[in-house]
């Protein structure tokens, strides 16, 4: 799992996770990833499919998750917005 200061120290830049079950869709990636992954104070402001962009105290982060080479690999992009 993620931490605020992963994120907020913005030398992350891609994330891997692994699941014990199949996500089929880059949108299932995203919702593992949003619900499992991130750190628990966080708004989702924007989203479409496997995109969004969060807030996190005060600061806004554009996140792309989706499948690394099979169903249970994943990787999600973090990029602070300015």
């Known amino acids: 799992m993620l931490?605020?200061?992963?994120?907020?120290?913005g030398l992350l830049q891609y994330y891997n996770?692994?699941?014990?079950?199949?996500?089929?869709?880059n949108t299932d990636s995203m919702d593992d990833f949003l619900e499992n992954e991130l750190p628990d104070d966080y708004e989702v402001i924007e989203r479409d499919r496997n995109q969004c962009i969060?807030?996190?105290d005060g600061?806004?982060?554009?996140?792309?998750?989706?499948?690394?080479?099979?169903?249970?690999?994943?990787?999600?992009?973090?990029?602070?917005?300015?």
């Open 3 to 9: 931490t605020k200061s992963m994120i907020s120290d």
């Open 17 to 25: 996770w692994q699941t014990d079950y199949c996500l089929f869709t």
């Open 54 to 56: 969060v807030d996190m």
């Open 59 to 82: 600061d806004k982060y554009e996140i792309t998750a989706y499948g690394d080479g099979d169903f249970s690999h994943h990787v999600a992009s973090i990029y602070k917005l300015s």
